[in-house]
C-alpha cells in the first residue's frame, strides 16, 4: 500500500460514474446515455474504467445555471 493510500485525507481528483452520477444527482443510466449520445460532462477513460474529474462535473453543472425559466438557453454538446 501507497503512502497516499494510506493516507485518509487523500482523495481522488476522480469519480467512478457511480459516484459521478450521485455527485451531480443523476442516475447512472443518465449519465451512461449522456456519455453515449454527447452533452454530458467531459470523461477520461483509465484503462477500461471511465471517471469523471470533480473539476469537470463542476464545469459541466456551472454551465447549466440559469437566473428564469425564460431564458433560451441550451448547452451546446461537447465531445
Known sequence: MTDAVANEEF??????VVQAA???????????????????PRYRKHGGRVLYARVELDRWSSEREWKN??????????N
Open 11 to 16: 482523495k481522488s481528483p476522480f469519480l467512478s
Open 22 to 40: 450521485d455527485y451531480l444527482g443523476l442516475k447512472r443510466q443518465t449519465l451512461d446515455n449522456f456519455r453515449w449520445a454527447g452533452g454530458g
Open 69 to 78: 425559466t425564460g431564458e433560451p438557453h441550451r448547452p451546446e454538446r461537447r
